[in-house]
């Protein structure tokens, strides 16, 4: 099987670590053995150097809003893959191109067509939902992370749902390397963290709610406050300006520390030596770093919101992320009840068994099968 999967977030960054799950998405399936071994791959992306990743790389000539506004151009004028048979062209994010093959596309939440107030702009908020959904429906074959996107999506745009796939992500094996005492404490030196500390992993966004984590860490008692920092690690997104700003303010008197990138080498280790992992994001299609935090052995405290419940299941305590006093709660029980801390952290070991890359590369390929067999999806909008 001939499979063409976009790369372009790939071309885009210098790491996979960068608090981005879509490129962690992406890299982790490419790089799996089992879906090397089993299709032949090549890659496409939009407008960008292509010999940043190799060779077999097929590229846009345009920016992709550009080609998405303009509408104008086919995919195989650009790509051409006429000579292959069993062709699949695999969109793993929002960019799903034009084509006359079978368009298989990833679609990880509908967050743009639901709040598209949480989109950078006026412009954003008013086109990205509507381009967002011209996406979704040239797409014959849709994977999504969990039920709950499988769910909105349908909701959202009506997609047949005989044509959507869920299948859970993996994790990568490195997360669960046990390590030495001496190596956190190196490293957590290394970023200055002072004491013990909380954990939170993502883009600096309105959606991951981090002004909401920051009240509930202010209103923790003084002893605990002074014993267990607050480190918020993730790049910065969009309507982030006033959330950088307040959290360097704090950063002169709290213990409160925002580690824009890091190593993905150093990241393993600040997940292994942290308190918790504290996620209450408002909305999630999957929600990576729930699994990352299960797999360094370390107990979670999660939003009772979206896709995030549905991963946890019953291994993290999940809270209100609307309710600061419920999050302020959970962050000081983890710390005084050694049975709840103890008990979270057997349940995330034994629930991290249902996520795993090998799974989600022999499901992938399936559902490449099935949307080979289904054929291209007729657009009822163009049957009049």
Known sequence: MNVFIGITPLCRKKSINNGDGISTYI????????????????????????????????????????????????????????????????????????????????????????????????????????????????????????????????????????????????????????????????????????????????????????????????ALPKEIKRNNSLVIIGKPGWLCKDLIKRIKNLSVRENIFWLDYVPIEDLYILYAGATSLVFISLEEGFGLPILEAFASKIPVIASKSSSIEEIASNAALLVNPNDPREIKWAMQEIIVNNNLRNDLINRGSIRINDFNWDLAAEKTIAAYRKAINMGKKIDKRNTH
């Open 27 to 218: 890299s982790m399936l490419i790089n799996n053995k089992n879906y090397n071994e089993k299709v032949n791959l090549n890659y496409y992306t939009f407008g960008l150097n292509k010999s940043k990743i190799n060779n077999n790389i097929y590229s846009y000539k345009v920016s992709y809003i550009t080609y998405l506004l303009l509408g104008l151009l086919k995919f195989n004028l650009h790509l051409n893959i006429q000579n292959y048979k069993k062709k699949i062209i695999h969109a793993p994010d929002h960019r799903v191109p034009h084509s006359k093959e079978i368009v298989v596309s990833t679609i990880h939440d509908v967050i743009p067509i639901k709040y598209p107030k949480w989109e950078n702009g006026l412009l954003r908020q008013i086109f990205f939902p509507i381009l967002f959904r011209q996406a979704i429906n040239r797409s014959d074959y849709i994977i999504t992370p969990s039920q709950y996107s499988a769910n909105e999506i349908i909701k959202y745009t009506k997609y047949p749902k005989e044509r959507i796939a869920v299948i859970y992500h993996g994790i990568n094996n490195l997360y669960f390397k046990n390590y030495h005492d001496d190596e956190k404490i190196i490293t957590k030196n290394k970023y200055k963290i002072i004491g013990s500390y909380y954990l939170s992993v993502g883009t600096l966004q309105p959606r991951k709610n981090y002004d909401r984590l920051i009240d509930s860490y202010l």
